[in-house]
C-alpha cells in the first residue's frame, strides 16, 4: 500500500557505495545525462522517519543516544540493529523505501531544479570504495563484472569533479588529512594499522551528499519552516591571533579584517603547504583554531564548507539531525505544515539542537580515545624500535612527534640527559648543551621508550645510534 503511494525509482540502476565493512547503508545514488545536456543526480535515503514515529518509545531513545557511535572493535547504533542493519538500510536486490532529493545540474555546476519526494528503490549493486577505485582506474577484471554500471560511474566522477570545482572557488576548505585505521584479528587485537586515504570514490560520495544537504537546507530555508541547521562559524580575532604565532614560523599569515576571515585565505595556506610537503602540520594547526560545527535552529552558514545553507539529510540511521529533517520535509511535501505542527517546532528545536550537539561531541571523543587505547596496545611490544616522525607540537617541556604511520608520540625533555628550553618567542625547543633545535615540521627518528596504556602515551626520545642498540621499522 505504501508503495502504490511513492515515485518508483525501482527501474533505474542506483547503487550505494560505502566501506567494505558498512553494515548501514543509508545513501544510494544514481546519475545520468538528460537530453538538454544536464546532469539527472539522484540522492535517495533511507526513509527511517516511515518507521520511527515521533513521540514513540523508539524515538526518545533514538535521541537519547543522538548519533550511532563507531567504536574500534564494535558499533553502538543509534536504532536497533534490525531498522540499523536491516529494515532501513540499502540492502542489493531489496525494495527499499527511501527520501530523494533529485537535482539537475548544468556543466557549470549550477543546479537548476531540485526536487524532492519519497520513493521506493531496488539498489543494482553494494558497491564498496575500494572496488569503484579500480573501475575508476580501469581495472580491467572489474570493469567488464560491472559492465552495466561502468559508465555511469565515470560520469559520477566527472559530475563530482564540476561539483568540487564550485566548493573550490567559493572557498571550501578540504581537510583532506589521512586518517588511521586500525585493522583488528579475529580475537580483536590489533592486526596491523594502515592509513586510509580518500580516493575518487569517497569524494564521489562526499560531493554528492554535500549537494543534497545544501538543497535541502536552502529549500526549507526559503519555505521559512523551522528547521536544524548544521552551522560552522566564523573563527574569532583570539584563535586567528594565536594561530598566526604558530603559522608565522612558517612564512604565513591569516588577515582578520572587519567582517572576520574567509575560509579561501586557509584553502590558499593549505595548498601551498601542500607543496612545501609541510601540509600535515598546518592542517592540523588550522583544524585546531576553528570552531566545532553543531546544530542550530538558526541558519548562520557553515564556514568550513563556505556554504549559505547547509543541514545533514543523508545519514538518518545514524543520526537524529537527519531523522528531524527528513520529518520536517516530509511535513512540506503537501503545502505548508499545519500551523500547530510549527509552533510545536519552533518550541522543540533548541533543545534537540543542544542535545545532538553534545551527543556528536562525547560520541568523537569516545571515537578517538577506543582508536587510541587499540594504538596505544599495538605499540606495547615496539618499545625499542625506531620510526620516523615529524613534530607536530611544542609545549614547555614536551614535543609532540607523528610517526609516518600516524602514531602520535611524545619525547618528554626532562627524561633528557640534556637541559632543554622551550623558546615560546620563535616556538623552537633548544638543546643549551649543544645548541640542536627541534622545530615544528622537523623530520627526525625516534625511538620507542615506554608505552603507558593507563595514561594512553607513548613515549619516544630522539635516535641516536650511539646511545641505542635497536630493530629499526
Excluded at 543494482?124 to 573501475?135: C, E, H, L, Q, S
Excluded at 564556514?303 to 527528513?326: E, K, Q, V, W
Aim: aromatic share 8%; hydrophobic share 35%; with cysteine.
Amino acid at each position: 500500500d505504501e508503495i502504490a503511494t511513492r515515485k518508483d525509482l525501482r527501474n533505474l540502476s542506483i547503487i550505494t557505495i560505502d566501506g567494505a565493512d558498512a553494515k548501514d547503508l543509508d545513501d544510494a545514488v544514481y546519475v545520468e545525462k538528460k537530453e538538454n545536456g544536464n546532469y539527472r543526480l539522484i540522492v535517495s535515503i533511507a526513509d527511517v522517519s516511515y518507521y520511527v514515529k515521533e513521540g514513540s518509545a523508539m524515538d526518545k531513545e533514538a535521541l537519547r543516544r543522538g548519533n550511532s557511535v563507531y567504536l574500534v572493535d564494535r558499533v553502538l547504533p543509534m536504532l536497533p540493529r534490525e531498522l540499523s542493519n536491516g529494515i532501513c538500510s540499502l540492502n542489493p536486490n531489496e525494495d527499499k523505501l527511501t527520501f530523494t532529493c533529485e537535482l539537475e545540474i548544468d556543466s557549470l555546476g549550477k543546479v537548476k531544479d531540485v526536487q524532492t519526494y519519497k520513493s521506493v528503490i531496488r539498489t543494482a549493486y553494494r558497491m564498496t570504495y575500494t572496488d569503484v577505485n579500480k573501475i575508476l582506474e580501469n581495472d580491467e577484471e572489474l570493469c567488464k563484472k560491472y559492465a552495466s554500471i561502468k559508465d555511469m560511474l565515470f560520469m559520477m566522477l566527472e559530475l563530482s569533479k564540476i561539483i568540487r570545482n564550485i566548493k573550490y572557488n567559493r572557498g571550501s576548505i578540504d581537510f583532506d588529512l589521512p586518517e588511521i585505521k586500525v585493522i583488528l584479528k579475529d580475537n580483536l587485537t590489533v592486526d596491523h594499522l594502515e592509513k586510509r586515504d580518500r580516493g575518487e570514490a569517497e569524494k564521489i560520495i562526499e560531493d554528492f551528499m554535500i549537494e543534497a544537504n545544501e538543497a535541502v537546507a536552502e529549500k526549507l530555508f526559503w519555505l521559512e519552516v523551522p528547521s536544524i541547521y548544521r552551522t560552522h562559524e566564523k573563527p574569532d580575532g583570539e584563535r586567528i591571533h594565536g594561530l598566526n604565532d604558530v603559522l608565522g614560523k612558517f612564512g604565513y599569515k591569516v588577515m582578520f579584517g572587519s567582517e572576520g576571515v574567509h575560509p579561501k585565505k586557509f584553502q590558499s595556506i593549505i595548498e601551498d603547504s601542500q607543496a612545501k610537503g609541510i601540509s600535515m602540520i598546518v592542517h592540523k594547526m588550522i583544524l585546531m583554531a576553528l570552531k566545532q560545527a553543531r546544530y542550530t535552529p538558526e541558519n548562520i552558514g557553515h564556514f568550513g564548507l563556505a556554504s549559505s545553507y547547509y543541514t545533514h539529510f543523508t545519514s538518518p540511521i545514524r543520526r537524529y539531525a537527519d531523522l528531524m529533517i527528513h520529518r520536517i520535509l516530509g511535513e512540506t511535501l503537501f503545502g505548508y505544515p499545519k500551523k500547530k505542527y510549527l509552533e510545536k517546532l519552533e518550541k522543540n528545536l533548541p533543545t534537540i539542537c543542544t542535545a545532538i550537539s553534545k551527543t556528536e561531541r562525547d560520541a568523537m571523543k569516545v571515537e578517538d580515545e577506543s582508536k587510541k587505547i587499540k594504538i596505544v596496545e599495538y605499540m606495547l611490544d615496539k618499545i625499542g624500535d625506531v620510526f620516523k616522525g615529524t613534530i607536530i607540537g611544542i609545549s614547555n617541556r614536551k614535543v609532540f612527534i607523528e610517526t609516518e604511520e600516524l602514531v602520535e608520540c611524545m619525547w618528554d625533555v626532562t627524561n633528557s640527559p640534556h637541559y632543554y628550553e622551550f623558546d615560546e618567542k620563535n616556538y623552537v625547543m633548544v638543546d643549551t648543551d649543544t645548541g640542536n633545535k627541534y622545530n615544528l615540521g622537523d623530520k627526525l627518528e625516534v625511538i620507542i621508550v615506554r608505552v603507558d596504556m593507563g595514561e594512553l602515551e607513548i613515549e619516544v626520545a630522539p635516535y641516536n645510534e650511539e646511545n641505542f642498540s635497536v630493530k629499526r621499522k
